[in-house]
């Protein structure tokens, strides 16, 4: 998810118009709706009802706008301070070739020390090949080649969400064969199955799930789960989104299919001396929150 991206949703949100999205960024529509398709495709599940040209945030839509909000104007205020009116005396180059907003809190505590110096993130798109090869860059670890590198993140991992009286609610760990007869409740997607991500991940494991509840919204998917009657899956990016279920317990599941580390890769030789001191900071940062959130 590049931050371009966002800025189109927050405005389709806004306007709820594809038109007047295309015009304010200067694109045409069908460019509009394939960034917001590609949004929901990384997101998991739509976050519009769509009536011809017009966009109205779903729920899923609703809950995305408010997090992806407050993202914005933490990297906008993050900007701005580390600007400040002035150039900085030296810049922190970052390739991303993978999105991660785990990135941002490890800026702003380095440059709470270090006010003389700027990042600047360059989005990786094929035409800046030769500049991609200088200082940092965000990636995926199977994309990592002979280069050294940092874990800042780990994205996808899987979590089930069960209600305490549950026979399974004290493990510490659950495998899918562990909960292969059970009664699932899932969200309806825009997917081959016509479920949810975790749905589909669940039948690459060899598992199919028994569907017993599909619904529209986060807010029924909980509710359901609520009750004691299914039990659901999240990924780690969603529990942010999970209300307090004060009947449940979320605990995480076991599969090699399971999260994808995100890390800050560098070349000894390719980084300046300032990129060098930022990857020294992240290595002495303790990065379990930023890893696996509070």
């Known amino acids: 998810m ?16 594809i038109t007047r999205v295309a015009e304010e960024f ?11 398709k590609r949004l929901e495709d990384e997101a998991g599940c739509p976050l519009f009802i769509r009536r011809n040209k017009y966009l109205i945030p779903n729920e899923q839509g609703k809950i995305f706008y408010s997090y992806v909000s407050e993202m914005m104007n933490d990297i906008n205020h993050m900007t701005e301070s580390i600007r400040g009116g002035y150039r900085p005396q030296e810049e922190i180059f970052i390739n991303v070739f993978t999105s991660t907003d785990k990135i941002y809190p490890l800026m702003s505590e380095y440059h709470k020390s270090h006010p003389e110096t700027g990042f600047v993130l360059r989005p990786y798109t094929g035409e800046n090949e030769d500049t991609a090869h200088f200082g940092l860059s965000l990636k995926l670890r199977q994309y990592v080649n002979n280069e050294q590198y940092l874990p800042v993140d780990i994205q996808d991992l899987l979590y089930v969400i069960m209600n305490k009286n549950h026979p399974l609610a004290h493990s510490e760990q659950i495998h899918f064969s562990d909960i292969r007869n059970e009664d699932f409740v899932f969200l309806r997607a825009n997917t081959a199955t016509g479920y949810e991500q975790s749905y589909n991940q669940c039948l690459l494991t060899g598992v199919v799930p028994h569907v017993a509840l599909a619904v529209d919204t986060d807010y029924a998917k909980y509710a359901a789960i609520n009750s004691g009657a299914w039990i659901g899956l999240a990924y780690n990016h969603e529990l942010s989104f999970v209300p307090r279920l004060d009947s449940c317990v979320v605990i995480p599941m076991h599969s090699a299919l399971s999260g994808k580390l995100v890390c800050l890769t560098y070349r000894d030789a390719r980084i300046s001396e300032a990129e060098r001191d930022f990857v020294e900071f992240i290595r002495l940062t303790d990065r379990k929150e930023f890893l696996y959130g509070d």
Do not use: H
Request: hydrophobic content about 45%; charged content about 20%; overall charge positive.
């Open 26 to 36: 200067k694109l045409t529509q069908p460019a509009v709706s394939a960034a917001l």
């Open 2 to 17: 590049d931050t371009r991206t966002l800025q189109i949703f927050l405005k389709a949100v806004d306007y709820q118009n």
